[in-house]
């Protein structure tokens, strides 16, 4: 797991609790609330200021270790597995699998 797993997972917390299922899975879990019962307020949303300051430091720190980790670990697979194919092919999206884009969101 990399940096960048922890940070996304601690940014997504908050969302992940309100996720419907994970709402439908609690709501089994729980006894039924008397008649009367008010809720729990949902957990505040995450500050978006703090999460640019997250995502900025772990930039300027980890990122291109993890980017050469992760890339390394890619490299080792196909050395490892190229020969059972024929005709190995290697398809990519267009965002951060294979072009960054940091510098354009560290401009806004």
């Known amino acids: 797991m990399t940096r960048a797993d922890l940070l996304i997972g601690a940014c997504a917390a908050a969302a992940i609790s309100m996720a419907p299922s994970a709402v439908a899975a609690a709501a089994d879990a ?17 500050n978006l200021g703090t999460i640019k300051k997250l995502l900025l430091d772990y930039h300027a720190k980890y990122y291109n270790d993890d980017v050469a980790a992760v890339f390394e670990s890619a490299k080792k697979f196909i050395k490892q597995n190229a020969a059972r194919s024929k005709r190995p092919a290697l398809v990519l999206d267009i965002d951060e699998t294979s072009l960054t884009n940091w510098p354009n969101l560290a401009c806004r």
């Not at 729980?30 to 995450?46: E, G, I, M, T, W």
């Open 30 to 46: 729980c006894p039924a609330p008397a008649p009367n019962h008010v809720p729990d307020p949902p957990p505040p949303p995450l």
